[in-house]
């Protein structure tokens, strides 16, 4: 070794890089700890830890959407309106034109920041190098209420803009500074977020969005998921949160395949189907044939008393003759029976349609239909990437139990 170079002392066998011999000046090497102790007891996370971690980066997350979204719309909205105004007299600086003395001091810290990014490279998309790419939620709000009588001609009441924007920031605030955010503000947030889109005329292109709203996230990673926008554990929870005037309320076509289809008749009064079918609404009701082995063997799968839910099936399907015999148009209201095993019950909304809603439950052993999953399908054939060649083909489940209830219909009989 060179005599410039730094000279280590040779440690004792028993003590390596130990520091006790080590003379005055000299560097001391430690020996390398193992992995496990290199965190103690009170930096660990441990499973209540990490659940809450994980709890607290959810919510985050969908509210952020949701603030991202709102944010979006609303800097489309202030550029529709103001630019033709202020950008024939000022060009590019027509953001601070707009915001004027009042909007002095927030405007130049966002075209000090615009300048940063600019430096270090930051825009990453040509269309955000603008002034307005910076604002935040406030400062747009700021714009919008400054120029109120420029808006007015396309909003109705400028208190209900304010007033979701308010119920925002609680949640804009939460969200920017990392903080924990609880289920009832997150719920408050994504209410207020879906109210203030519908007001600045964001509504979505999907036609079933007037039945089952779209939610941000299922329209960001829908394709992910197929067409299934919900899960629920039982039927019970389905109808808390998507009631059974929401699922057949308005329908122009139901068509519906299971066992004694519950879900419908038991929830969906006799009058409301008259009014319903009289409105144009075309129904076709497949049951299972309540005289059929397929009954006698789900029976003893749920340890039901012989004929016990043959009887329940011809009971819904009397309700629903009668039903029928009210209607000026009885064609339009078909029953009819299947023999084969129930192997699902699907509820088909508009299934005809790009505007269509199925709920879906599979038939499980020793499982009553009201404690089977519930899945709830949007229909409109949404298209996605089929592989790197670049065709596109239909996914999703919704087509295919459509096509299950068809393939059954024909081959089913009808009750007369």
Not at 286 to 311: C, D, Q, T
Request: net charge neutral; hydrophobic share 40%; proline share 5%.
């Amino acid at each position: 070794m060179s005599s410039g170079g730094l000279e280590l002392p040779p440690g004792d066998s028993g003590h390596e890089g130990s520091s006790m011999d080590a003379p005055p000046g000299a560097v001391s090497l430690a020996r390398p700890m193992e992995m496990g102790s290199q965190i103690g007891p009170e930096l660990d996370w441990g499973p209540d830890a990490w659940s809450e971690v994980r709890t607290r980066a959810q919510r985050a997350g969908r509210a952020y959407i949701w603030l991202n979204l709102v944010e979006q719309r609303l800097r489309a909205v202030v550029a529709a309106v103001l630019r033709p105004i202020y950008e024939p007299v000022h060009g590019d600086d027509w953001v601070v034109a707009a915001a004027g003395p009042a909007g002095q001091e927030w405007v130049q810290r966002a075209v000090a920041v615009r300048e940063v990014s600019r430096r270090k490279g930051y825009l990453l998309d040509p269309a955000d190098d603008n002034i307005l790419s910076f604002l935040t939620l406030p400062q747009l709000r700021e714009l919008m209420v400054q120029h109120w009588p420029c808006f007015e001609p396309y909003f109705d009441d400028r208190r209900d803009v304010e007033l979701a924007l308010d119920e925002l920031e609680v949640t804009r605030n939460v969200v920017s500074r990392n903080r924990a955010l609880s289920g009832t503000v997150l719920a408050q947030a994504e209410r207020a977020s879906a109210r203030l889109l519908d007001i600045l005329g964001a509504g979505s292109d999907v036609p079933s969005a007037r039945r089952l709203p779209v939610d941000a996230v299922e329209d960001l990673v829908g394709d992910r998921y197929a067409d299934v926008v919900a899960v629920h554990s039982d039927r019970v929870r389905l109808l808390r949160q998507f009631p059974a005037e929401d699922i057949f309320g308005g329908a122009r076509r139901l068509d519906a395949i299971g066992i004694g289809l519950n879900l419908l008749v038991q929830n969906f009064s006799g009058r409301r189907l008259v009014r319903l079918a009289e409105s144009g609404c075309r129904v076709r009701l497949l049951f299972l044939n309540p005289a059929s082995s397929a009954v006698k063997r789900r029976e003893r799968e749920l340890g039901l008393k012989r004929s016990e839910l043959s009887r329940s099936v011809e009971m819904n399907i009397l309700h629903m003759r009668r039903v029928r015999a009210k209607l000026r148009d009885p064609g339009a209201f078909e029953i009819q029976v299947f023999d084969e095993t129930p192997r699902f019950t699907a509820y088909l909304v508009d299934g005809d349609g790009s505007d269509g809603i199925a709920v879906v439950q599979s038939y499980l052993r020793r499982t009553r239909g009201m404690e089977a999953p519930v899945l709830v399908l949007r229909g409109g054939g949404r298209v996605v990437k089929a592989g790197d060649t670049g065709e596109t083909g239909e996914s999703g489940l919704f087509t295919t139990y459509r096509e299950e209830f068809e393939a059954a219909w024909i081959d089913s009989r009808p009750v007369s």
